[in-house]
């Protein structure tokens, strides 16, 4: 590179920096292939989903189903009940499930698989060299995994009412009367849902027109209605513009003028990628419009030896899409020139935690329509599934995305219990390339919630019928029979 010395040795093969999900695997699978690896974090092994992300949401969304299930009791037959919410104990349960998880990404393991694991701040000189800790670090290789903070957006009045993030919701341990939740995406909905199920009066605002924004609006409306009904107060096409607090009352005024009464805020407006603070403007490394790193295919910068990966970059902030690049980055950092690895994400699928849960893969129906392709939509109502009949959870249903007249899988829509789970079918044959046929002949147990993939594929096998080859069969039958 221009003006910059390389080493005539180096360190490492690989300096990664931050300790999430993007960087933990980008180690574990360096260490893995005999690569020298440094793993850099600040603060804790784990990151954002440890500890502020996927693992404390999910357990906080299990304590509300438990007390979702008491309220409908009558359903399985058995007297209802109020639920007694002990919200601390709630939220120390979430402490407990992190503590548990915790030694899967401790410096113990790592530095056991080989992994250099230094505490610190990192801070990029150019691209062969971090200083992290007053010492400087030479490495063929330098993979950014620095994640995304959430969104804090400047509203007038919001630093003087109790506000609340994604970041520091899990220090709470007393329940807050009136909970106000900003944003209609997948956080605000999960956490939304979560606080009504245990208690909370919750209000609910969007200022788009539909929840779940980038899923079709059947699943919006489905959502919505399933949120009214258990007393989420949902307001679209509402934009909180000022707060005011006055007293022991905090007040949030919209842009269409009302005012809502509130104790708690929690902003749930997104995530922006970390991209300050550990030297990349030393590099000059160009940002996306988004605020992303920019990266080629193969997860490079602007340097072929400085890759991105993780939410940092996008265009996905899931985990799993998180360590899905973390596989590609190494490779294309470890193997450059001899070999390159184009990241795919033809079969990520994604969940939202909703209960019932809302899945994704490939195209929805409005990609595509959007996509002006000739396609077919095959749906199967979740009410019809034996499974989710025994259970009281026979709601939701499953929709597939098919090329006209073919089998072939573009897209799935999954809403019901535990669909994020069975959905998994679907991925691995969009993956595979099987076909919709494969899944009709794949025996599924019974009764099961992945039953309902094969009679989405029995949809689709019944359009799909040659009807003139039917007839010649009802022919030959009625000439058998005499």
């Known amino acids: 590179y221009k003006g910059v010395r390389r080493p005539s040795r180096f360190d490492f093969d690989v300096v990664v920096i931050g300790a999430g999900a993007a960087g933990l695997v980008s180690a574990y699978i360096s260490a893995a292939l005999k690569a020298k690896v440094a793993l850099i974090e600040k603060h804790r092994m784990g990151g954002d989903c440890l500890y502020t992300g996927c693992v404390p949401s999910k357990g906080l969304i299990r304590s509300a189903k438990v007390a979702q299930l008491f309220r409908t009791g009558e359903e399985y037959g058995l007297q209802k009940a109020v639920p007694q919410v002990d919200f601390k104990t709630v939220f120390e349960r979430i402490q407990k499930i992190i503590s548990t998880i915790e030694p899967n990404d401790s410096v113990e393991r790592y530095s056991g698989l080989g992994v250099d694991c230094i505490r610190g701040e990192a801070m990029i000189k150019d691209p062969y060299r971090v200083e992290v800790g007053g010492k400087t670090l030479t490495t063929r290789n330098i993979i950014v995994a620095a994640g995304a903070s959430p969104i804090v957006p400047p509203i007038e009045g919001l630093d003087r009412v109790k506000h609340l993030t994604s970041e520091n919701l899990w220090q709470?341990?007393?329940?807050?009367?009136?909970?106000?939740?900003?944003?209609?995406?997948?956080?605000?909905?999960?956490?939304?849902?979560?606080?009504?199920?245990?208690?909370?009066?919750?209000?609910?605002?969007?200022?788009?027109?539909?929840?779940?924004?980038?899923?079709?609006?059947?699943?919006?409306?489905?959502?919505?209605?399933?949120?009214?009904?258990?007393?989420?107060?949902?307001?679209?096409?509402?934009?909180v513009v000022r707060f005011e607090a006055s007293g022991s009352t905090s007040l949030a005024h919209t842009k269409d003028g009302n005012k809502i009464e509130f104790d708690v805020v929690l902003v749930a407006l997104g995530r922006r990628a970390n991209v300050k603070g550990y030297g990349l403007e030393n590099l000059g490394v160009t940002l996306r419009k988004n605020g992303t790193i920019e990266t080629d295919d193969y997860l490079r910068t602007k340097y072929p030896n400085v890759l991105a990966c993780g939410d940092v970059t996008g265009p996905f902030q899931f985990t799993h899409a998180a360590s899905h690049q973390a596989g590609y980055a190494v490779l294309n950092a470890l193997f450059a020139p001899f070999k390159s690895f184009k990241a795919d994400y033809s079969s990520l699928p994604w969940a939202t935690y909703t209960d019932p849960e809302?899945?994704?893969?490939?195209?929805?129906?409005?990609?595509?329509?959007?996509?002006?392709?000739?396609?077919?939509?095959?749906?199967?109502?979740?009410?019809?599934?034996?499974?989710?009949?025994?259970?009281?959870?026979a709601k939701g249903f499953v929709k597939v995305i098919t090329p006209k007249g073919s089998g072939k899988i573009l897209g799935v829509t999954a809403v019901g219990a535990h669909s994020g789970d069975w959905m998994a079918e679907f991925v691995l044959a969009k993956r595979k390339g099987l076909t919709l046929n494969d899944i009709l002949n794949t025996v599924h147990a019974y009764p099961t919630f992945a039953e309902a993939?094969?009679?989405?594929?029995?949809?689709?096998?019944?359009?799909?019928?040659?009807?003139?080859?039917?007839?010649i069969l009802q022919r030959f039958h009625a000439f058998r029979r005499g």
């Not at 929840?211 to 096409?237: C, H, M, T, W, Y």
């Not at 594929?457 to 003139?468: N, S, V």
Request: net charge neutral; proline share 3%; with cysteine.
């Open 172 to 239: 709470l341990r007393e329940s807050p009367k009136r909970i106000l939740v900003m944003g209609g995406g997948p956080i605000g909905c999960e956490l939304a849902q979560s606080f009504a199920r245990l208690g909370c009066e919750t209000i609910l605002v969007e200022r788009g027109d539909r929840l779940l924004a980038k899923e079709d609006p059947d699943v919006s409306k489905f959502i919505e209605d399933v949120f009214k009904r258990e007393g989420v107060q949902v307001k679209l096409n509402s934009e």
């Open 358 to 393: 809302v899945a994704r893969l490939g195209l929805n129906e409005t990609e595509a329509k959007e996509s002006r392709i000739a396609y077919d939509v095959h749906r199967y109502e979740m009410a019809h599934l034996d499974r989710a009949i025994c259970e009281s959870e």
């Open 453 to 471: 993939n094969r009679f989405v594929a029995g949809i689709w096998k019944r359009k799909t019928a040659p009807q003139g080859a039917l007839k």
